[in-house]
């Protein structure tokens, strides 16, 4: 085995994951793509989780921060004001706010999705002056005890090692059928029915760790307009969801909702570094000052790459490419579904955030696994790891992209093939 | 004022809080100093409260870092196994951990200091199956609820907006007098106190955010002694006192402790990039894979950094220069509160995390403005922000500490002389 | 107004409620007839919420307490034993308990409905080893914390002053429609739901408190089927439905289910007298000695009525008249349900449980206020107050419950001829 | 064995308790003294934990509940009006309130200790809205999840299955030394310490269950002139060391000091029958109609014993008597502790709530055993058993307290000397 994977082994808590799914030593990265330290090329269709929106060490954002570092530009500055930081406010201002007509201030929480995340809860409890949260089944928000609180997976909430409190689980769209908002308006209308009245729903718009849960837009506008008939905060965590992997710059502009508050990170700083935000309406931004804060919220270098990243979004080319690519990419899947009728499989999500549902118990991480053999990066998700999810790089060139769709229809046709030898 | 501060002041929200008191916009910072955008040069006597131990833009790991983003190392790793990764582990094991004879397993729970904080929290309740915390009074542990609910600070705490809970407050080392452990003892012995043996005690060695309160060596011996008698794990967050902040890598080597589990981060990247890591001893390594997580816990970049900041620690001198200097500054500041009986001052703190704590209200905050206004940053701490805190870069060169030292007595000299003015 | 209403209204709480409803000082009551100082008489269909299912002031039974207590027989002995408990427990045992091939242990958790809820939850959570409880809109168990954590009221629920937790609401049936036990089990099954296996559901029958709503048998069994599938306990809260007021002693034996817990007190005195008792299946009756305890679990006074009651269900007479007369009084509903369309009202409950909802809004409260003027006692229930309820003793005579529904008709018609009068 | 005690073993859940330490059955008792089935006669220096301060069946007030059951008066009567209760309300205000100066509203909270705590806490976290309260190392308030919050003792707790929040401990005095309340200033004082202003503070003036701890009169002026500083509800649960146990109606008159909220209980009735009042001081009565409730909480037969009962405090000779009668008892045990300084004994508590606490362990469980043999009964306290307690009739003859005294001297005495064959 590999000196480094020995050292690791040896090292790092056993809590480490997924070098267990992909045991290799990765040294270099370029767009789409990654090698590992034996120089074998990998298609990358997993983009950290969402963090690599727009594939790994971008040369122009590259460029922006080497210059940066060079010139000795502040690196950390906590909350204190830096060039760096006032570029990015008024870029993100200008290219995404402001042409989306909207307001919302920005707050930097700690650079992690989990922060923005408790940032946000902690913020409509203390506008509303209520305790509890709706969260949806299935949802995820993080590993801290606020975040894990309105997490759904029952594995990590038990990591917890406490009751978790002030949150009510409701079901997601198309939990059980069409109607669970029917449930959740006659929990709140109840006055008997034992679920009070919450600061907040917290809800993203497609699950990704959930299983790549995409919402109807319909069901979302129903979300909002509850929210506003009981004086509910919505909160959307677009920690995944957003920066352009559903095919626009917020996963919520197609459905036509104006959140209260937004939770952004991941891709945000375009460059893979730890970045996040929490769009607040004005009129909720009634933080003292320090009320929240944390070491990390002045990552300079984060805001150098993100402001470069915003370039992506200065006319609505980079969505018609997403448009235009997904389209290949859910009509293959839709393909692979009706193909191999053996892997019980369903095509979900929307954008470039799709995968198959497979019901054949354990079929999704030997796809996964045997994708990897042949060069293709991809996760699993969903409660039970059923589901093998499509997270390219939106920069992804076309030929690429379907050379790996063809890996992991050749993976699904192998495995089919010769069940009992996989 | 500066349009950089406009767009800030318009777009970023209420709750920033440094700018508020260095009301400049940045630019440049070089080791031990900070450019603002009109030119202006200032001592950083700050240093990202703490999180900039080597000082900023240090040459030697703007050198390695540079290197890595230029040959397109990976960036963003998640748990994946990286070559920047390895070589981080390894470094870390052979210059830190055997030295110091500590076998801790490497746990990276997301980049931030909240993070280490609430992993070590889940982790003591998993493996003890026991709910309650005790932590300490005047403790400052992170902003998450998990971290938040073991902060002992007021206006922080009401920031959740809910009842933090599972979690026990005692008396801190000198909080009334000598004998705070006499009490924490009998409320664990007496079956009848309503304490229920804790899985945890989390302690920093020297409180920073709770205002410079170092505890001494005998109050840690005897809270080590005290977990060890009742199973309790003892959790050092060292997230601020580490990384050479009072005059060691670790700031419980000198009390000759060895916790259980050890939170670290601000300091670690050695560069002011996003990294933690949570020590565990081996025994206790008893996560599920997975079980905790976070998109930001493969930070390359840091790992780089991190790893060329361990040369500090090759041999001894670096220790022996530190103390050296941790010397000038305690006595200055003891003459500096002889000197001006008025401010009725004390001097506290340990090594490199030093602060003179003034009776006289709103004193300490004059201190800082006044010596901002001379080109000195440093910033305040204490539940009153009582205290004024030095935590200069701990490889600024002598003459410039005696520089800050004096900026900082001629600040105080000023304020004594013309009170009304101030 | 009366002297005596004066000196209550003077030196008692505001938080007297029945008082406001029934503004009248009683005096004397016997079997289903109340007396107040003026000496006007009413029919109680009230019976004291339940408490009074044999009527007032029972022949014999007060010829038994009057007994015990001019002999001396000792009336307050905590938990230790004595020869009224020992008779109590052994006839418990024989009328009760065997021909319904019942063996659960009794345990006396304090004399109240709340005390036996509280004393349920604790024990299921010990043996079980879990936090949550499953609880059902429109629950009422109690309004100590535990027991209100379990109730769906959200008046009664704010009353707590602090967030209620561990526990989960689900929908009782037909609260959306049939399927509501379809949600409850996705929830349990789907390991990213965020909903735990629960250490017990704690349903009522028929809700009382809640609305008069009856649970179809179906559901019952479907709910004990679930809980022996996924190891839940199944509690059973028969502290308003139990002791004959569905028709049987238990309320849940038309339902042919047996739970692991079961709650009973109100009625289970007979005479009005405060007892309650917690009916555990042998094998989880793991508690240490004293672990639940409280100052009058050894209600002499009561265990001697309490004995006494018990003739009534030597046979199945008792049961029979039950059945006979509870289908005049809901044929009689139903009639007036019919005859008054304007009421838009639904007959709802079973047996001596009985209640006519009407969407009209106030028209309940008026409908009891009517018939207090005219002699009859009643109160309301449901979120809303929208349920009148009817609670006459199960012994009442025919002629007089045929009277009393006759008074209930004349004030609804009355209400429905001249509604702007009213 | 008894057939009694089978039929008990064999039915009654395993959680009883007292039954373990006096295995006999009782069937008969009158003033201080009890009978077993035996015919065996026992001093009682038990008293039903405080409930019967008046000693058993006491012939006044048994002539006045015949009475009212020959005459059919209301028996349960929920919060509706009754002669009964206007009387005691009538009474209660004129004997105990109007001469001591106190105005306090009457709430019946239910018919139990836990349930007038649980009203307490409630009430205090309305009227504040803050969510803690601080209750004291050694307090016993009851097992229901609220009152077991505010309940040091250790097994109890555990018993709940959920972690027990929003509570604070702080030690009692002379917990350590004398100084605990320097700590408690010092949490409340500083911002930074983690302990919030609380609701309220519980307190017992003296702790029975926790071992005879009588505060000093002192201590408990200080904690009120706290409590008035910081605006924090004052709460006396003078459940047990009310209604004359320490020589006065409340406990808290010799100290000086008014309560916000009183709760009482045990002694109330009189009779041993189940009684509770929450006295609320005027300002602080702001509960909604029906905010709690119980279906006990009219209990007339306790209301015409408890109006009874108090014309022992109608002039101060019941008090006179009592204070005579607690200096012979507190002399013995002074005696008891100096003849046998092998018990290693300390002699706690004031008034008739007194007993010793010994170093030598398993000694007092011994003594009462003994004692029992000798025809007394007696229980052991404190979070070991470490105390035996004396909690005699308050209207003993002197004679017969005089001959219990002497059968502990005996008991003491037997096993001092022949520790082995014990």
Redesign the interface.
């Known amino acids: 085995m590999?000196?480094?994977?020995d050292?690791?082994n040896q090292?790092?808590?056993?809590?480490?994951?997924?070098?267990?799914n992909?045991?290799?030593?990765?040294?270099?990265?370029?767009k789409h793509k990654?090698w590992d330290?034996n120089g074998k090329e990998y298609l990358d269709f997993f983009s950290?989780?969402?963090?690599?929106n727009y594939g790994?060490?971008d040369d122009h954002m590259?460029k922006k921060?080497?210059d940066y570092?060079?010139?000795?530009?502040?690196?950390?500055?906590?909350?204190?004001?830096?060039?760096a930081?006032?570029e990015f406010?008024?870029k993100?201002?200008d290219v995404i706010l402001k042409p989306r007509e909207l307001d919302y201030?920005?707050?930097?929480?700690?650079?992690?999705?989990?922060?923005t995340v408790?940032?946000a809860?902690?913020l409509?409890?203390?506008v509303t002056?209520r305790?509890?949260i709706i969260?949806?089944?299935?949802?995820f928000h993080?590993?801290?005890?606020?975040?894990l609180?309105?997490?759904?997976?029952?594995?990590?909430?038990?990591?917890?090692?406490?009751?978790l409190?002030?949150?009510?689980?409701m079901?997601y769209d198309n939990?059980?059928d069409h109607?669970t908002l029917?449930?959740l308006e006659?929990?709140l209308e109840?006055?008997?029915?034992?679920?009070?009245i919450p600061?907040a729903m917290i809800v993203e718009t497609v699950q990704g760790e959930?299983?790549i849960n995409a919402a109807r837009f319909e069901w979302l506008q129903q979300i909002e307009e509850i929210c506003r008939r009981w004086g509910i905060l919505l909160i959307i965590d677009d920690?995944q969801a957003g920066i352009g992997r559903t095919g626009t710059f917020f996963s919520f502009e197609a459905a036509g909702i104006k959140p209260d508050i937004v939770c952004l990170?991941?891709s945000l700083s375009g460059?893979?570094?730890?970045l996040a935000v929490?769009l607040?309406k004005p009129e909720l931004?009634?933080?003292?000052?320090?009320?929240?804060?944390?070491?990390?919220r002045g990552?300079n270098?984060a805001f150098v790459t993100a402001t470069a990243a915003l370039d992506y979004w200065k006319d609505d080319s980079f969505e018609k490419e997403i448009h235009e690519k997904s389209e290949i990419m859910y009509n293959t899947l839709q393909k692979i579904v009706t193909d191999y009728p053996e892997i019980k499989g369903e095509v979900r999500g929307r954008g470039f955030m799709v995968g198959i549902a497979s019901e054949v118990e354990g079929l999704s991480a030997k796809v996964t696994a045997k994708c990897f053999e042949s060069g293709l990066i991809m996760e699993t998700a969903?409660?039970?790891d059923e589901v093998f999810k499509l997270f390219p790089a939106l920069n992804i060139p076309k030929e690429d992209l379907i050379k790996g769709l063809e890996i992991i229809d050749e993976s699904v046709k192998h495995l089919v093939k010769d069940p009992v030898a996989n």
Not at 11 to 20: A, K, L, N, P, W
Not at 48 to 52: D, E, K, N, S
Not at 74 to 82: E, F, G, P, Q, R
Not at 142 to 147: A, E, L, N, Q, V
Request: glycine content about 14%.
């Open positions: 590999s000196k480094n994977i050292i690791i090292h790092e808590s056993v809590v480490r994951s997924y070098i267990r992909f045991p290799t030593v990765f040294t270099k990265a370029k990654m330290e950290g989780a969402g963090a690599l790994h060490n590259k921060l080497v570092i060079m010139s000795d530009g502040i690196t950390h500055s906590l909350d204190m004001a830096s060039t930081k006032a406010l008024q993100f201002h201030k920005v707050m930097f929480p700690g650079p992690t999705g989990t922060n408790e940032s809860l902690k409509a409890r203390k002056g305790t509890d969260s949806f089944t299935g949802g993080g590993m801290t005890i606020g975040s609180s309105v997490t759904g997976n029952s594995m990590k909430r038990q990591g917890a090692g406490i009751p409190q002030n949150t009510v689980t079901a939990y059980v109607d029917v449930y006659r929990f109840d006055k008997g029915s034992g679920v009070a600061a959930g299983g920690v990170s991941k460059y893979g570094l730890p929490t607040i931004d009634i933080w003292k000052p320090g009320e929240h804060n944390g070491t990390f990552n270098h969903g409660p039970n």
